[in-house]
Structure formats: structure tokens, C-alpha cells
């Protein structure tokens, strides 16, 4: 299991010493989430301090887009070489135009499902994706609760990957612990966010490594 932490939990105040604790670590990915105050009701960062987040990350970034205007955010972040660009299903009206474009800048492109999305909905675009992520809380806040109805849909994603585009990596967000890693990898999943498991833990090397089973 793959994990890359969600600096949302880290301390923005000391943002430079927790990536760097967090890469040090040995996470496998650092997890940026952008809030654009329209599409979830709460605001983050923008290309200006993930540049600086950027420069100090000795991991790959995985940009998670939680906005309006997926395409005005692309053309903002491609410039720092993300290794994936995930935006939601939710808010595009031509995921596969997106797909195209995030490619074009040779980054790899995800699409996101909220809690109430279903798989089905990307059964004509898993083909040209690198990772599906599955929300297992409402996108905006770290620090929520584990919605577990993501197990039964990351199988049923699972499967429907298998038959069509085996490559492609299932990611699940939000709530993640060491209490449901293991329900998490039984389903297929193979890589996890973790922000406040992490970032609140006492020993945050512990925290990454109970959850790369
Ligand atoms: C929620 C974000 C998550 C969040 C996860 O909108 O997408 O990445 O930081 O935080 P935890 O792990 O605390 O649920
Ligand atoms: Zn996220």
C-alpha cells in the first residue's frame, strides 16, 4: 500500500519542516489539496506556496483538485510537475477533453468520485486514466469520519478495472487509519491519503508505516 500524507493537516506554519518529515519518512507521495471556495465550501493553497512545497518535496506531489473550474487550475498547477492531477467527476462536464490535457503536459491524470458517485459513471474512461480516487469522506476538511460504504465500491471499482485498464491504481481519501487499512487493501486499494492520522500522530514515521501493508 502506497500512502501519501495530506499537508492540509500539516502546520502551515511550519509547512517546510513537515514535508520534509513527512519525505524523510518515507511516505510515497505528498498529497495537495486545493480548495477553491465554490466547489467545497472551504479554501486552501494555491501554485505560489506549492511551489515552495515543491522545491522542498523529495517525494512526487499528487494534486487533488477541488474546484469549479478544473481547466483554470490545470494550466496553474502543471507548471510544478505534479505526478498526478486528480479532479472530480462532479464538477467537469468533458472529464475526457481533461484527461487529454492534464496528459499533454505528461502528467498523470485521476478522476475523483465523491461518496455518492458511483463507478459505473467512468466505465468509458478508466481506459485513459493512471488512478480512480474514491472520497471516503465529503471533500473540504480533514478530520472527518470514514464513510465505510467506499469498501463495497472500491471492489466493484476494482473489478471493473481489472477487465478494462489493469494499470490503473485505486486511491482512497479521507478518514484513513490504521483501523480500516486493512478492510482498505482486502478491496484492491492501492494507495491511501492520510491527513490527520498522520500529522496528529506522536511518531509520524510510525503513523506512515503502520499504514504501507
Ligand atoms: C478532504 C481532503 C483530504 C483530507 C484528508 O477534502 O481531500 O485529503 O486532507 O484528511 P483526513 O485524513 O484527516 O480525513
Ligand atoms: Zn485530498
Keep these: 500500500m502506497k500512502v501519501a500524507p495530506s499537508i492540509l493537516s500539516a502546520d502551515f506554519g ?14 510515497d507521495l505528498v498529497h495537495v489539496d486545493v480548495m477553491d471556495g465554490h466547489f467545497v465550501p ?13 522545491k522542498v518535496a523529495t517525494k512526487p506531489l499528487d494534486v487533488h483538485l477541488m474546484v469549479e473550474d478544473n481547466n483554470f487550475f490545470v494550466d496553474l498547477f502543471a507548471p510544478l510537475k505534479p505526478e498526478y492531477i486528480s479532479f472530480h467527476i462532479e ?16 502528467i498523470k491524470p485521476s478522476i475523483v468520485l465523491n461518496p455518492n458517485s458511483r463507478p459505473e459513471e467512468l466505465e468509458y474512461l478508466i481506459e485513459f486514466l493512471d488512478m480512480v480516487l474514491l472520497m471516503s ?8 469520519s470514514f464513510i465505510d460504504t467506499v ?3 472500491a471492489k466493484k471499482l476494482k ?8 494499470d490503473c491504481l485505486i486511491q482512497v ?3 484513513v487509519s490504521d483501523k480500516n487499512i486493512q478492510l482498505l487493501k482486502d478491496a484492491g486499494v492501492d494507495v491511501v491519503v492520510a491527513g490527520s492520522y498522520v500529522f496528529k500522530h506522536e511518531n509520524r514515521k510510525a503513523a506512515i508505516e503502520s499504514l504501507q501493508i
Design 14 to 27: 511550519n509547512l517546510q519542516r513537515d514535508v520534509e518529515e513527512i519525505c524523510n519518512a518515507g511516505c
Design 42 to 54: 472551504n479554501m486552501t493553497i494555491g501554485p505560489v506556496v506549492v511551489s515552495s512545497v515543491a
Design 91 to 106: 464538477s467537469e462536464n468533458h472529464p475526457h477533453r481533461l484527461i487529454q490535457k492534464i496528459r499533454s503536459y505528461g
Design 137 to 144: 469522506v465529503n471533500p473540504g476538511f480533514g478530520g472527518q
Design 151 to 153: 469498501i463495497p465500491k
Design 159 to 166: 473489478a471493473m478495472i481489472e477487465k478494462i485498464n489493469p
Design 173 to 175: 481519501d479521507g478518514g
